[in-house]
């Protein structure tokens, strides 16, 4: 039998050691980045925050504070090239579980106005829209407001 090569994908809870890769994603997707110090508490507070690797290259993560009753995702972020394989969606489905065990009742996200990839995967993913937060992020023209989804448990 011949050897061949084969993609490895690999999700695990995020180190320290992800921080360098993981800020130069968040600077590559946003227009409005997380500061390194920001992602840098958010591991080291222990936030629920899991890597993705691809081949050992980080390609994905998602941050999120699971507490009872109400959980939060914080950030999501997927690169460019891996965008639309499922990533994301897998991502959620590990905290929806975690919050499920520890008995969270519901799970609570901001998304930008403007965001519809995001808004499309948050949708199948059954949250719903409960409120709006009024000029809740900054934008190239001024502010701009956030949706407030949510999932019930
Ligand atoms: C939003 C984001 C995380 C989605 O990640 P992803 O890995 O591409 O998402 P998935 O492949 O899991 O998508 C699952 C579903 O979401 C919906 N979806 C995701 N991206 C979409 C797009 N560009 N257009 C339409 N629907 C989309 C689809 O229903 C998709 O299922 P399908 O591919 O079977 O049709 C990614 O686009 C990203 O990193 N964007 C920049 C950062 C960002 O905006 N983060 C969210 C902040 S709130």
Redesign the pocket.
Known sequence: MSARSVDLYNITPMTINDLDEVYELELA??SFPWTKEILRDCILYNYNSFSVFFNNELI?YIISKITYPETH?L??????A???????????NLVINDAKLRKSEDII????AS????Q??????KFKSIGIRRGYYESENGREDAYVLKLSL
């Open positions: 997707s946003y994905g995702i950030n999501l972020t997927v690169n460019t891996f965008r639309r394989k499922g990533i994301g969606q897998s991502l959620i996200l901001e998304v930008r965001n519809n990839e995001a499309a995967l948050y949708h199948k993913l």
